[in-house]
């Protein structure tokens, strides 16, 4: 049996500029959601010996490609509203964003830890937004 | 709709693999390596849903993480491909 699991050795190694947008899950009961799934994060993972209350999160880091706000919208096609913010807005809220996963994933928490503010955050992120990735994915 | 497995599908570690708790499954003793799920959050049509594959279980912190992989298409797909080839469930 094993503890939670240090992230800090498994971060890469990447801090993302300011004008990155961040895609977040939008959908109904958007707030409990994002409280369970914080929840469940921090029962696994620590980041400097103290438990990450955090959610998944995705970044548009290029204009084309893989990473693009497209090509992220269509990864997340399962889902029909999105919040968006820039990494920037995100940042001068007191939050930030750890490189967990394989790129863009990001895990997005409360500036240096603690709990997520949730209420904050869906503030910063403001109106939903239609993916036109999920329409896509019911048609196709 | 209801779901094997409650997820949050765009959740990640560092294994690239989406990833959830055996706990949040109504029925545990399904989800094993190679089996195909339902995972996502259930309540409300626009709840994201997708079909998926077991991957693989690892007990961490005294949880059972389960990691799997989304699969392309929606369930009604494999529906129709489970009746064009008249496969007995």
Known sequence: ?140 | MKIDLRADLMSQDHTGYTWSLLEDAPDPSIIVPGALILAGEEGDPDDPVAVCRVVELEEINSHMVVRFEILPGDIEDYAVLVKRHNVNV
């Open chain 1, 1 to 140: 049996m094993s503890g939670r699991v240090e992230q800090s050795g498994r971060l890469r190694n990447e801090s993302p500029p300011d004008n990155a947008i961040v895609v977040v899950r939008g959908g109904p009961n958007t707030v409990d959601k994002i409280g369970r799934h914080a929840a469940k994060t921090a029962k696994l993972w620590t980041y400097e010996g103290a438990p990450v209350e955090g959610i998944s999160v995705f970044l548009a880091l290029g204009d084309s490609g893989d990473h693009s706000l497209d090509s992220v919208l269509a990864s997340m096609s399962t889902y029909r509203v999105v919040h968006l913010a820039t990494v920037g807005q995100l940042r001068a809220h007191g939050f930030d964003l750890l490189a967990t996963g394989r790129r863009p994933h990001f895990t997005l928490r409360s500036a240096g830890g603690g709990t997520l503010r949730i209420t904050e955050l869906l503030d910063v992120l403001g109106e939903r937004h239609l993916n036109p990735h999920f329409e896509l994915r019911r048609k196709s």
